[in-house]
């Protein structure tokens, strides 16, 4: 099966524009995460979709951010106006059960956002 | 409190000798997993090993084992017989439902270093 997959997989911006990133998950799950690595520090949880619903956003980190996932398949995270402090790489994980903590997230190979 | 502690920013080792890597967690909830997530160069994040809660005995794939300890709450990933390839971040991650709805938290890495 096709894995998680990410696009792009790198975009420069400066700051004060506007960059989309997309998320296509493995076909028949219903979850989807975005996480978020700024350089150097954790790995940080920003939001859960389930089906097309945003189920949790509490790592959103502003306004700034924006999430969707129309038609519960694929998702985008669009980040407006863009600031430096975003810069990091942006995965995306989706996995098939919800309320299951031995369920893995299957990962895609992120996006390496920079903002100059 | 920090739920995921890995306390190896960095860890080097010898071409076909056994590595540890150090992990513990915190939660009150009973019933939880615990992940390890091997991160390349390339960036993709690559799930490894799985170890339940409620499992008898450590989990095992292939060259990767989990050296589960229940009571002091720790989950060391256990890699035999390194290789190249396996230099890399190893990041530790745990589902737990007590307040995190299942978000998988991420631990904060091990870079590892395999020595020809």
């Given at each position: 099966e096709a894995g998680v997959t990410q696009f792009p997989s790198h975009s420069v911006i400066e700051k004060g524009q506007t960059v989309t990133l997309r998320c296509d998950p493995i076909s028949g799950h219903d979850n989807l995460y975005w996480y978020r690595r700024v350089m150097g520090k954790e790995i940080k949880f920003l939001l859960h979709f389930v089906k097309e619903s945003k189920q949790d956003e509490s790592g959103m980190p502003n306004n700034r951010f924006l999430a969707e996932r129309t038609g519960g398949t694929y998702s985008t995270l669009k980040v407006?106006?863009?600031?430096?402090?975003?810069?990091g790489v942006y995965f995306c994980a989706s996995s098939q059960h919800q309320g299951a903590y031995n369920s893995p997230l299957h990962f895609g190979n992120g996006t390496r956002l920079t903002v100059t | 409190a920090q739920k995921i502690t890995q306390t190896q920013p960095g860890m080097f080792v010898q071409e076909k000798e056994a590595v540890t890597l150090d992990c513990t967690y915190d939660t009150s909830d009973p019933s939880y997993g615990l992940f390890w997530y091997k991160q390349p160069s390339s960036g993709e994040m690559i799930f490894l090993i799985y170890q339940g809660s409620y499992d008898q005995q450590n989990a095992t794939e292939g060259r990767y084992s989990l050296n589960f300890q229940k009571a002091r709450k720790s989950a060391n990933l256990v890699i035999s017989?390194?290789?190249?390839?396996?230099?890399a971040m190893y990041f530790c991650a745990m589902r737990d439902?007590?307040?995190?709805?299942?978000k998988l938290t991420f631990g904060k890495g091990t870079l590892l270093t395999v020595n020809p």
């Open positions: 407006q106006p863009a600031e430096l402090e975003d810069s | 017989a390194s290789q190249l390839g396996d230099s439902s007590g307040g995190s709805n299942y």
